[in-house]
Each structure stands twice: as structure tokens, then as C-alpha cells.
């Protein structure tokens, strides 16, 4: 990848036709170290995020060691570049073909579920295998953040002690128990709450857990939205930990896929026309800015033009993407100077997670190019430099 000192030097130099991930290698690490030093356990990264290959070299680089992959493609993803990491297969309905490749052709041991019936189906598929590591997901509150991953997963009550116990009847090795918030969770209370769910749910079912895993959903600095600086989310989750009703040897897992990407990628889309109040990009709805069209946030947006300056005044547009889809329209007005024309380019800050990753190629689009820049795009979670004493909390 061709690298570049700003998005405007980006635009200047290539004026691309197709829409750019303007990536920054260095983000990634900044992000992934400070959860490695900060968090007091594991960190798993959740590849689902952001698959590129310069992400996952930079996760390793900065000592991440661990991912949750969630599709047989991502674990071979992982297992081909990175042999020796350690594969967490936390989706909890899975193919029965998968599972028995991810156990015997990349050697994946950890598995989650939530329910008996896939239960018995990561027996069959392993050939009932004895070194199981089983990681129960559990159904918690989702209100405390902007994406709900409720309803779809997660078992509770009665149904969740069963499961437990069934669990550890016919594994020898680690029994676990996993959650998520939801995804870009505003309140550290949130990981307290779940946690004593999970309390709760191990004092009933009265049997040895090895590994609590308190899953995704830590946040981002989008914009209108201020989360608590992240050493807060740390710092509750740790001593939470210590309350729980495990052995001194339990492990405490995280499995943040945002938080560690969102602040890494720009994309840069170009206008193709200005009509009224309507202007209409190379990018959208089914390429990179899903989040944009999908979950209603505002990102962050610079205008870019190659020669000369645009008008100080700004009015509100609405923006639509390139296909012929009625619903490729971003759902937010955005602020732009009034003289913007064909040729301009806007920068969408924060799109490193669930941008690039979810581009489709209906209609033919779906192509981008994929460059490396140096600057910062926006504020970021991890400027935090003082570590926030791991040990204190670590347990093992
Ligand atoms: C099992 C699991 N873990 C982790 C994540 C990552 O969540 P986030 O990107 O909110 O950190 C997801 C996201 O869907 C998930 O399903």
C-alpha cells in the first residue's frame, strides 16, 4: 500500500475514482497495545471488525496473540497467518462442518454455545473430543448500548444452569462463561450488571468455572457520542472480577473488535454529482458506510478539494450512495459548504470497524483502494498513558 501524509495529499496525488480506505497501521496498534497492557486478562481481538491483513499484522506486532473468529474463513484466516495464536470459535451457532474442521484441520479448542442442541452437536462433530474448551453465552441487558446484539443470542435462568452443568459433565478441560453487551456499550455499569448475571447464574448451577469472557462492545469516540475514558471500563470490569465465584486460577477474557479498529480507517468518497440539497458519492449503503446508513450515526466528515478552497458557509444534504438502490441514502443531514461539486471528496472519519468489512458488490460497485497515511483522523480512546496497573487486578 502506497503511503500518504494526509487525506488531502491522498486525493491530491491519486484524484481516484473509486472510493479510498485511508488506513492507519498505527491506530490499530495504539489501540491494541493499550487493551494488552491495560485489560486484566486476555484480549481477544473479534476479527468479524475488520479482517484486512494490515490489521491483523498490526494486532500481532503490538502482542495480541489471541481472536475470536467467528466463520470457518476466519479461522483460517487466522490459523495461515498466524499458526501459533490461539483460535476462540465464539459464534454460537455454527456450521456442524466447520466445527469439525476448525477442531481437527487448524486445532481450534475453544468453542461457545447457548444451547443444548449445539451442545451435542460440538460432541459430534469433535468425535466427542475430551479437551474441549466450552464457553457458555449467556443472555445479559443490551441498554446501555447503541447496537443491540440482544434476543438473537444467549441463554438465562434455569435453561443457562442446565446448560452449565451439562457443560462441565462432559468437559475435562476449561468451562467457561461469555457475553456481550452490545455493541459500542456507553456505561463501564453495564460489564458490572452482566457480570452479576453471570455470578448468579454460577452460584446456582454450583459448578467450577475457568474463564469469564466479557465479550465486546467497548466504545469509540463518534461523534455526538462522549464515552467514559476506557481506563474506567478496565478498572470495573478487574475489580468486578475479583467478587466473582470462581477459582484463583479463572481467567478473564475480552473480546473488543471496535474499540481496536474503529479509529484506524477514513473513507474518502468521491461526489458525483450535486443536485439541490442531494448529493450523490461513489460509496454508500452497500460498500463502506454501512454503519452510516444502517445505524443512523453522524460520522465525523471533512470536505477535500483538489485546487482551491470551498465556500466558509454550510448547509445541510442529504447524501445517497451509488446504486440504483432507493435505500442507499446515509440517515443523517450533513453539514457541507454550500459550493461542493462533482470532483470533491469527503473524508468519513472512524470507519476502521464495520467499514471496509461489510462492502458488498451489488449493483458492481464495492471496490476500493486501500492506502496507508500517518495522520490521526479524530480524538482518540487510547491517548490514556498511564497504565492503569494490570497487576493489581490480574488474577492469574
Ligand atoms: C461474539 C462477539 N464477540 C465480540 C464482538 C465484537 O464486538 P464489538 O465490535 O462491539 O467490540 C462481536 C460482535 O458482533 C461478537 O458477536
Known amino acids: 500500500m502506497e503511503n500518504f501524509k494526509s487525506s488531502i495529499d491522498i486525493v491530491s496525488q491519486l ?15 495504539r489501540a491494541a497495545n493499550w487493551f494488552v497492557r491495560n485489560f486484566a486478562g486476555d484480549v481477544l481481538y473479534a476479527v468479524k471488525a475488520n479482517p484486512s491483513p494490515w490489521v491483523l499484522d498490526a494486532m500481532w506486532e503490538a502482542g495480541v496473540r489471541h481472536f475470536d473468529v467467528a466463520s470457518i474463513v476466519e479461522v483460517e484466516t487466522i490459523f495461515n497467518r ?18 469439525t474442521r476448525a477442531y481437527f484441520e487448524f486445532g ?30 449467556l443472555s445479559v441487558s443490551n441498554s446501555a448500548s447503541s447496537i443491540s446484539l440482544d434476543g438473537k443470542f444467549g441463554i438465562k435462568g434455569e435453561k443457562a444452569v442446565e446448560l452449565l452443568r451439562a457443560a462441565r459433565s462432559v468437559t475435562r478441560e476449561d468451562l467457561g462463561i461469555c457475553f456481550h453487551v452490545g455493541s459500542q456499550c456507553m456505561d463501564p455499569q453495564a460489564y458490572v450488571k452482566a457480570m452479576d448475571v453471570a455470578k448468579s447464574t454460577i452460584i446456582q448451577a454450583g459448578v467450577v468455572i475457568d474463564i469469564i469472557d466479557v ?16 481506563s474506567q471500563y478496565m478498572q470495573v470490569i478487574a475489580q468486578k472480577f475479583e467478587t466473582m465465584p470462581v477459582t484463583e486460577n ?23 454529482l450535486v443536485k439541490d440539497d442531494f448529493i450523490y458519492l461513489n460509496d454508500g449503503a452497500y460498500g463502506n458506510l454501512f454503519d452510516a446508513t444502517h445505524v443512523n450515526w453522524p460520522f465525523e466528515t471533512e470536505h477535500l478539494r483538489i485546487n482551491g478552497n470551498s465556500s466558509k458557509e454550510h448547509k445541510a444534504f442529504r447524501i ?39 462492502t458488498t458488490n451489488f449493483n458492481g460497485f464495492g471496490q476500493n483502494i486501500e492506502v496507508i497515511t500517518c495522520d490521526d483522523a479524530h480524538v482518540s480512546m487510547f491517548t490514556e498513558t498511564k497504565d492503569i496497573s494490570k497487576n493489581q487486578f490480574f488474577k492469574k
Not at 15 to 29: E, G, T
Not at 324 to 335: A, H, K, M, S, T
Open 320 to 358: 445517497f450512495g451509488p446504486t440504483c438502490d432507493g435505500i442507499d441514502e446515509l440517515n443523517n443531514e450533513y453539514f457541507l459548504p454550500i459550493d461542493i461539486k462533482e470532483g470533491d471528496y469527503i473524508e468519513f472519519k472512524m470507519l476502521g470497524a464495520y467499514g471496509v468489512a461489510m
Open 15 to 29: 484524484a481516484p475514482d473509486l472510493p479510498i480506505a485511508a488506513n492507519r497501521p498505527h491506530a490499530v496498534k
Open 82 to 99: 498466524f499458526p501459533s495464536a490461539t483460535l476462540a470459535f465464539m459464534h454460537p451457532v455454527k456450521n456442524r462442518n466447520a466445527i
Open 215 to 230: 465479550g465486546g462492545g467497548f466504545p469509540v469516540n463518534y461523534r455526538d457520542m462522549s464515552p467514559a475514558p476506557m
Open 108 to 137: 481450534v479448542r475453544i468453542f461457545s454455545l447457548d444451547s443444548m442442541e449445539e451442545l451435542q452437536k460440538i460432541l459430534e462433530a469433535t468425535n466427542y473430543a475430551q479437551d474441549l474448551t466450552l464457553m457458555i453465552r
Open 250 to 272: 479463572c481467567a478473564l477474557w475480552c473480546e473488543p473488535g471496535r474499540a481496536m479498529v474503529a479509529e484506524a480507517t477514513s473513507i474518502i468518497a468521491r461526489v458525483e
